[in-house]
Nanobody
Framework: QVQLVESGGGMVQVGESLRLSCAVS????????IAWFRQAPGKERERVSC????????NTADSVKDRFTISKDSAKKAVSLQMNVLKSEDTAIYYC?????????????????????WGQGTQVTVSS
């Protein structure tokens, strides 16, 4: 069983930055794809960005790829999401998810059902 714990959410103003972190209780990140999803009220959960734990290759949604960057620290078994120039439409609960198929990030559909393990989520609120 893999446990994921998110941190770093909060309330910021439009144009500011936040850095989310996800601590992964796995023996190694190498076996996993780790992704950040978000879900705004009344909307479906969408994948924001994904990283291969083994190779570090990433896949980030077009809507945020100029502003958001996913990264990993294998030694700390942590994955971060740096979010810059935040917009009001970025307001959502952000979830960290893991799947023991490190290649799954290449699935551009980014279905939440592809991921087996989930964190509790962290709220990000961007106000104007």
């Amino acid at each position: 069983q893999v446990q994921l714990v998110e941190s770093g959410g909060g309330m910021v103003q439009v144009g500011e930055s936040l850095r989310l972190s996800c601590a992964v209780s796995a023996a190694t990140l190498d076996w996993y794809a780790i992704a950040w999803f978000r879900q705004a009220p009344g909307k479906e959960r969408e994948r924001v960005s994904c990283i291969s734990g083994r190779y570090g290759t990433t896949n980030t949604a077009d809507s945020v790829k100029d502003r958001f960057t996913i990264s990993k620290d294998s030694a700390k078994k942590a994955v971060s999401l740096q979010m810059n120039v935040l917009k009001s439409e970025d307001t959502a609960i952000y979830y960290c998810a893991a799947e023991p198929r490190d290649y799954i990030c290449s699935d551009h559909a980014g279905a939440a059902s592809n991921f087996r393990y989930w964190g509790q989520g962290t709220q990000v609120t961007v106000s104007s």
